[in-house]
């Protein structure tokens, strides 16, 4: 399988290196060949090129089986009068490549709980997965700025609801049967569309699936007062962004959450959802996890390799309950490095 | 002074009748006229005059020294096909008076942290406040809507980012001159204008005062794993929905939380953050304290009375710290009523 590597910025090289290596242990111990090309994304790429997303990149990523991304961008280019940044670059790959599903999976670890601002008994058996729209909405649409006044345009289409619902839907069947739909729809217009759109889908095409709706400020309060009542929960681009952070605090840790962005095509996306933290990087002492568990999705969804996908993930549970844990998630002075993090996982 | 009660939907009635209350027993006390004029909002004024915002309700708020209200919506209004909805209503008063800036303060009580779901280590000392642009932003751009699309536009004037995060700025000098700023500059143009105006006001107008930037997604992660980092917060219309319903998270209930809001005239409106609670409605068990308080911040801001504003705070502080909670924040079976807290405020 070929699959592209994209380092990016700031932990970004110390993170992928980490899951880089998981997966060749992977490739030994189940006699797979995967065959990894590195290429240039965010500031690297900027520096490098003057693009964030230079074309040989975005080619590579459209021939491969699938890419693994650490993170993008960093104060060296957050200027906000730059032309040019490093977030556009993996904007461009994401609608590049057709990735309109983006999957957030959230399942708290009994040996990070302590790590969560949430209560523990709210947190017992919490298993939930946001299904984030990820190539629409006001992060694409029409940018204007001038002397006086700038505006984006947040829009979408029926045909763009309908298929990252119909990926909710899809994903719940396989879980509990149970999508909570997202959107601010007393409000926006693009929210009235949305509620619509994604009734309809659930009513004609799965029956068994039970959908409810739920305002966006209410959902960034009920997803911490009682996480477990979710199971898949379905939202547009922004929305998504603003709760999935938010959901990290249930894991414990930014550090800890991978991602999974699918389109119709077999090529998906593995991030972890976490930044490039330029404040730690450099410095190995940032959490490998998500990525390593980015990796494994990345087993999962695009080379269907289910046994290889849930070793790394027990793996990842075990050194986790043997208290090997980065600065994010441990007492202070205890924390591990990326490289022991890696090699215990190993 | 004349002050204009607003009713509105659900729960509405009951929460501003025990404001009014409390208003009327702060009238008696320290000699003061408060006239009160009821008017109809929201749903219940498309009922009687199939407006959500009739005429003679702006007017009568125009001309009032401040004014009071529960809440609008439920589900008897909320077809998504529906031509007008009780929401536009509160929209509209809001434009109508101007009022751009919305300060909701948070401050968890002791009597409360049970029924908060972050642990009560981090609540401790917490005390900030969010002031939220409310007149512009998507809320209020150009909506499109055809068989096949939405659209909803996103957009800020200099004008409208500087006044607000000026209001900002003179709020914290009067607490602990710290000032963040949250937009989503990596992506939006609108936040990017937002960040550049916010740092030039902050600097010119307000060398003092502290003003830093973060990212919407990280906001929604810090301002539930550190809490007391914060005093105040300065935020566009939709990312201050968000975040001030999840911030009550860290008082206990919504119902907990008021709000006034401001422009430059001498009207302000007052109202709790919470909604109309359609689920409850007519029981008699909504938590009073929001609107309370509100009146509480009437009686300050538009009135200019601090010693009864003070006043009514340590009552409801009293009645939460003696432990008469409605159901929101009560163990099951505990739970007093809104005429029992309303009793106990008096
Ligand atoms: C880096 C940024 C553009 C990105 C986003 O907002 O989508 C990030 O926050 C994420 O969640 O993947
Ligand atoms: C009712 C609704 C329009 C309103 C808003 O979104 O502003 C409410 O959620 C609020 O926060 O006051």
Redesign the interface.
Known sequence: ADIVVLEGDGIGPEVTAAAVQVLQAVATRYRHQFQLHRHLIGGAAIDATGEPLPAATLQACQRADAVLLGAV?GPKW?D??AKV?P?QGL?ALRKGLGLYANLRPVQPHAATLGAS???PH?LAGVDLIVVRELTGG??F?D???S?????????????EIERVVRRACELARGRRSHVVSVD???????S??W??VASKVAREEFPDVTLEHQL???M??HL??KPRAFDVIVTEN??G??????A??LAGS?GLLPSASLGEGKVGLYEPIH?SAPDIAGRGIANPCGTILSAALLLRHSLGLEAEAACIEQAVAAVLDAGVLTADLAPAGEAATTAEVTAAVL
Request: a negative charge.
């Open positions: 961008g957050s906000p009068k940044r977030e904007l601002p949430i209560k709210l006001i992060y649409g940018k204007q700025r002397d006086t006044s700038a505006s984006d345009l947040c829009e979408y289409s029926v045909a601010k729809a007393n409000v926006l217009e693009t009235r569309l509620r619509e966006v400020d209410s960034a309060m911490i007062a922004m929305f962004d603003i709760l999935t952070d938010e990290s605090m930014l930044g």
